[in-house]
């Protein structure tokens, strides 16, 4: 990732020259290098333009845009789409032609880049009038190809913002100018996106998929577009699942909870409980040959088995020939203005079929007549929301019947919020910046990550579990960025005893001139703040810090750790004191936390020891080296990428197994202690 500090001025003027070298040397297999934005609760990997991309570059997880952001997202609950196309066509000179883009990891042939893209980091606002975190670049199409097929030559510049701010951090803003640089007019150029609301990751058992609905808001209207959220599986040629354990007895899958599809799960969270809107800002919209703001919307499926109306045609990968295919689609038979429901209740043509459930979303514009040197201008807004999360992950009936309505109603207030800062300038409002965030997301590579480890303290002759939390400390030459004010007040410190989604409770909080007690070296010349917290030994948190000024703006909880952590209990080398928790295991661990579902914990061991275990048959099955020093050990954590596995990546059957316990400890050589394990599954 090519990641600079603010500048006003992001592009030089060298620009021009480049897009002359890129023409004249006719290379064609150049390609936009998509960049990733994780700062807001909205993640995205994304080209200049708004094209996303798969992000395949930590462990084994594939995303475009993930809501709420998590690197677990392929197995947790984060949402995410498959499919992205945007789609160019135009009369040139006479002649049909078009463009389409994908995404590198699909080979788009038909783009080339001007110059880097770039992420710019501008954290806490230091340039007020700027994104917290934005993407910038150029994107292009050749006027002929290799072969020297006529197309058309323009370059899209585009701008992706992001913030953390609370409020702020539920959407993503794309700028776009694309300038006719052919040598003729454009003639009734269309510009669309097709998208899949694919939602997320559902797990397997609890959702068999065609299960996207859509709302249409009759106050927003084409200004917010159709919201799409998680609905009942209706499989177009299978009967509907039938779910007997509650929630789905009563509501099916909606909202997908974890239980519904295993009996006696502990699993309850709603895996899907968000909305999601994609649009144009209208307000700000270039209007059309016929002198209109308008949007096309349409809502299709891609499977060769749905209805005429119902089917999204072949990829417009060539212009010659598929310029009126494209327009066609567009313009006919737009997509009725109501809810899916609505449609299907009462038979509206093209639209409430069960092919729709796994949409394929098309939303453009157009016509325009763009001549020679000049350009049209627009906004993107990509919205997501979500009903109050302490809810969704208890699950259960109540949330299960409010998600969508809340969800809705929370969506619709982030919209409002996008478009205030577009017509602000991306200025927020005056006196609302937060003081510094302490840390950034996890596992982006960089040094400003929340660290927490176990720990323990001596007090009054007694040792204190906990753990020790680090972050980086507001600067002491603070000064909001608007007012000018040194206003940082404190630091809050937050847990979870659920996932990295929350529900977060604050737990303490560190007034600025009492941190300056806890201050360390820092990797810089800001200092660190070391701060320790008193934890129940064996349970698995995560933790999370932000900053606040003295009006009790807060920053974003951008600062937490990706894997949960736990106090550790003190070693002990009296070996008839092992435990192991839980014992029997069944299905789950029985913590909250979803990267602990698997994890068995062997409690109260020597500081220094090997632990085997075996099948009854005394066929080894897994071997854990403990060296950490304190009295715990686990299999079966995500941090440990195990996931209660064998030695031999496999996954361990029910039954009962022996463990082994060999001490390493100085004097305790050697000593040994045995007992049994059950898994019942």
Known sequence: MNIKLDQWNLRAVTGAVLFAAVMCSAVYAQSVNPERLTRSKYWVKTAPNGALDRETTIGNNQWLSLYPGDYNAQGESAGGWDANVIYNGAMVAGQPVGWYYRSVIYNSPNVYALGQTAVTQNYNLVNPLRAEEYLTGDIGSYQFDAAGKRHMKYTLTGTVRVWSQPKYDDFVIMECTLTNTDDTTFNDFYYAR?????????????????????????????????????????????????????????????????????????????????????????????????????????????????EALELMPPRYDD?????????????????????????????????????????????????????????????????????????????????????????????????AAAKNLIK?????????????????????????????????????????????????????????????????????????????????????????????SFLVAGTDTVPN?????????????????????????????????????????????????????????????????????????????????????????????KTLEHTSGGGIETWGSQSGKDYMLSDFAQNVQPGIYIFHVESHVAGHEGEKSVGKIAIIK
């Not at 039938?242 to 006696?264: C, E, K, L, R």
């Not at 008193?534 to 990706?562: A, H, W």
């Not at 952590?565 to 909250?592: H, Y």
């Not at 109260?604 to 075996?614: E, G, M, S, V, W």
Request: proline share 8%; hydrophobic share 30%; with cysteine.
């Open 424 to 516: 602000g300038k991306f200025a927020l409002p005056f006196g609302s910046i937060p003081p510094p965030t302490p840390a950034d997301a996890p596992r982006v590579g960089n040094t400003n990550e929340l660290k927490v480890v176990p720990s323990a303290v001596n007090s009054n002759g007694q040792r204190i579990q906990g753990v020790q939390v680090t972050w980086k400390a507001v600067h002491r030459n603070y000064k909001d960025p608007q007012t000018k004010q040194a206003d940082f007040a404190a630091y809050k410190i937050y847990q979870s005893s659920n996932s990295i989604e929350g529900p977060w409770k604050m737990i303490d909080s560190i007034y600025y001139t009492k941190a300056d």
């Open 194 to 306: 097709l998208v899949t609301p694919n939602g997320p990751y559902r797990p397997a058992s609890v959702s068999v998929g065609w299960d996207k609905e859509y709302e249409w808001d009759q106050v927003s209207g084409d200004s917010l577009g159709f919201i799409f959220y998680d609905g009942t599986s209706l499989p177009p040629t299978t009967t509907a699942p039938v779910y007997s354990i509650a929630p789905g007895d009563s509501t099916g899958n909606a909202g997908d909870p974890g239980n519904i599809g295993i009996q006696g799960s502990r699993n309850y969270k709603l895996y899907s409980p968000y909305v999601y809107a994609y649009t144009f800002f209208l307000d700000s919209l270039p209007k059309n040959k016929f002198g209109q703001k308008k949007i096309w919307r349409k809502i299709v499926s891609t499977d060769s088995r749905a």
């Open 529 to 621: 703040v070391q701060y320790f917290i008193q934890s129940e030994p064996n349970v698995p948190y995560r933790y999370c810090v932000t900053s606040i000024d003295k009006l009790g703006n807060e920053s974003g909880m951008t600062g937490y750790c990706f894997y949960p952590v736990s106090a550790e209990p003190p070693p002990t080398n009296e070996q008839k004191q092992i435990l192991v928790v839980p014992n029997p295991f069944r299905q789950v661990s029985g913590f909250a936390e979803s990267a602990e579902y698997k994890r068995i914990a062997f409690v109260n061991i020597p500081a220094l020891c090997t632990i085997r275990i075996y099948t009854l048959s005394l066929d080894l099955v």
């Open 319 to 415: 212009g010659l020939g598929q310029y009126a295919t494209l327009v066609n689609f567009i313009t006919t038979n737009e997509q009725p203005r109501t809810s899916w429901k609505n449609a299907a209740d009462s038979g509206i043509t093209g639209a409430g079929s069960k092919w729709e459930r796994n949409p394929r979303y098309l939303y453009a514009i157009g016509p325009f007549d763009i001549k020679k040197g000049e350009s049209i201008h627009w906004y993107e807004i990509f919205t997501a929301g979500q009903m109050d999360r302490n809810v969704s992950l208890k699950g259960g009936y109540e949330a299960t019947r409010r998600f969508k309505a809340e969800g809705i109603a929370n969506l619709k207030e982030n919209f």
